[in-house]
């Protein structure tokens, strides 16, 4: 499997009923597995912010749900996250890292730079992938610290994973 | 323009008592600041959410709800402030066409907390029209008492998505707080939809 499948399958095992995501070129084939699948509610949002109120308020409403992102929403997000942390809604977030690894555009750097620190002081646990391998282990305790252990989990994954060509089979 | 120039006939407190009043199985999320003081004026509620700080989130953790309870009516109410952080949001609720969703805009054109500072819906910004533009099917302006009691019915029970700004009186009203543990919200909220599985599910 390509890690992107890993991904889509723990969040299956996991009974991920909705997906909000703002789309990066890392994440397409996801989240287009998450939009053809019929138990799935993807959700497109404006920007990343929206995120994390909607998965509060599926968690509210009884849902499991899941944000598919790239690095520079975290920056979006800040004020946000209070809400997760102050009322302990857990947040399972997928996010492909720019400005990291062979980065083309320098714009990118410095959200890049502080998206792990960012989300640490936010109060995420946070993982980073690196290894095509260890997606699967890495995704299902991500989903695993946010659903029972009722955390803000975050896997970061690693620039060297995208393009999902280079890494894919 | 001075305060008393705001002379709307509309009182959010009123309108609010009246929009909860046999409020049902309904799911509500208060914006915070004004609104979250309202809908506790009008009785606390396990089926309310209101919020003390998110600002710009209340129609996104509606549209989390919505998705999650399809059966129940969702009641985001919140206040021009709020909305106007979270434009985004409407056209997110939008294009999933959430058929059990309703936002109520208390839109008295200030920041009535810090203040009394104008929203730009003082200057013309029409957030009716947006939500419109927005693709909201039903979208509409309320500043009287007979378009009120036309809208609330629909706020309440649909049909469909449905957006309403409605002008209210800018007043110094009381402080009515509701909870602020914010754990002690979600948990109640929780376990008044889902019962015990709420807490004891993994």
Known sequence: ?169 | MTLDAQNFALRRRDIVSELLKGRGDMLVVAGLGSTAWDITAAGDHDLSFPLWGAMGGSVSIGIGLAIAQPKRRILVITGDGEMLMGMGSLATAARLNLQNLSVCVLDNEHYAETGMQTTHTSTGTNLSAIASGCGFQNSVAVSSQNELADVLPRLREGPGMQFASIKVRTEKLGFSLPPKDGVYLKTRFRKAILGDAAVLSS
């Open chain 1, 1 to 169: 499997m390509e890690w992107w499948q890993e991904i889509y399958k723990a969040i299956k095992d996991a009974n991920v009923r909705q997906v909000a995501y703002v789309p990066d070129a890392g994440h397409a084939k996801l989240i287009q597995a998450c939009v053809d699948d019929d138990e799935i509610t993807t959700i497109s949002l404006t920007t990343e912010e929206e995120g994390i109120a909607v998965l509060s308020g599926a968690w509210l409403g009884g849902d499991r749900g899941v944000l598919l992102m790239q690095s520079s929403g975290v920056g979006n997000c800040v004020n946000m996250f209070s809400l997760a942390k102050t009322c302990q809604f857990p947040m399972a977030l997928f996010i492909t890292m720019r400005g990291q690894w062979k980065e083309f555009n320098p714009w990118q750097l410095p959200m890049g730079s502080t998206t792990e620190p960012t989300l640490e002081l936010a109060g995420f646990s946070v993982n980073t992938a690196e290894d095509p391998n260890d997606v699967a282990d890495f995704a299902a305790a991500t989903l695993h610290h946010a659903f029972v252990g009722g955390e803000m989990s975050a896997l970061l994954l690693h620039q060297k994973l995208t393009p999902v060509k280079t890494f894919g089979k």
